[in-house]
């Protein structure tokens, strides 16, 4: 079955340390990886997707299949990035995801 | 494009009372989806829909929950009889092709007195 796994419920880094948001998952096929970003009281917004390989908000994921994880990690924390992020899997080819549950993440100034 | 609309943003009702979330998606998007975000489960995908026909209800809770898309562009999550336990906030999220990720709504807060 599909699971995935955020270990971490709470997340504090003061602004300008480096963030790391960890991400595991099982799955036996060929997965597709997100992370999804909620601001307070707002919409869950796509923030990256694996296969696109981009930087968005300073922020990068990479897949590892062999440690199956795809954490977020991003240089220099900014009070902006003070949110709740979710890691999510879909089945290669397929629309359904299924999300982690979530790490809140709080940039201390 | 707007994004997917939800309506309400929010709901109050009265616990036994019928409760009618919408939800319109992307233009093009040929899938949406329903779920529920609580702080003690997180969230949860109720349901979804592809070309408007239902694919998977799993994660409906009870019978209480039924959801409808008679086109491509409306779809509703109906409670009916409410019940506290369901206060929550209820996304809608709508997709296009595989890989490209889903796009969600606001959310319509819920709250069953």
């Known amino acids: 079955a599909q699971r995935v796994t955020q270990p971490e419920k709470l997340l504090s880094v003061f602004k300008g340390a480096p963030v790391e948001l960890k991400c595991n998952y099982s799955y036996s096929g060929s997965p597709e990886l997100f992370w999804y970003v909620q601001y307070s009281r707002q919409r869950l917004q796509l923030l990256l997707r694996?296969?696109s390989r981009e930087s968005i908000k300073g922020f990068t994921a990479d897949l590892n299949k062999g440690e199956t994880s795809f954490h977020l990690k991003k240089p220099f924390a900014q009070e902006e990035d003070s949110a709740m992020y979710y890691c999510?899997?879909?089945?290669?080819?397929?629309?359904?995801?299924?999300f982690g549950q979530g790490t809140r993440l709080t940039i201390n100034p | 494009d707007a994004g997917v609309i939800q309506s309400p943003r929010h709901e109050v009702t009265e616990m036994g009372q019928e409760v009618t979330l919408r939800c319109k998606p992307i233009?093009?998007?040929?899938?949406l989806f329903w779920y529920r975000q609580t702080m003690m489960r997180g969230l949860e995908l109720l349901i979804y829909?592809?070309?408007?026909?239902?694919?998977?209800d799993s994660g409906m809770p009870e019978d209480r929950f039924s959801a409808k898309m008679p086109n491509a562009s409306f779809s509703t999550l109906k409670i009916q009889p409410s019940e506290p336990r369901d206060s929550a906030v209820y996304f809608c999220a709508s997709s296009s092709l595989p890989g490209t990720g889903q796009f969600f709504g606001p959310g319509t807060r819920l709250t069953v007195l």
């Open positions: 999510a899997l879909s089945d290669q080819g397929a629309q359904k995801l299924v």
């Open positions: 694996h296969i």
């Open positions: 233009s093009g998007h040929n899938s």
């Open positions: 829909f592809n070309n408007n026909v239902p694919i998977d």
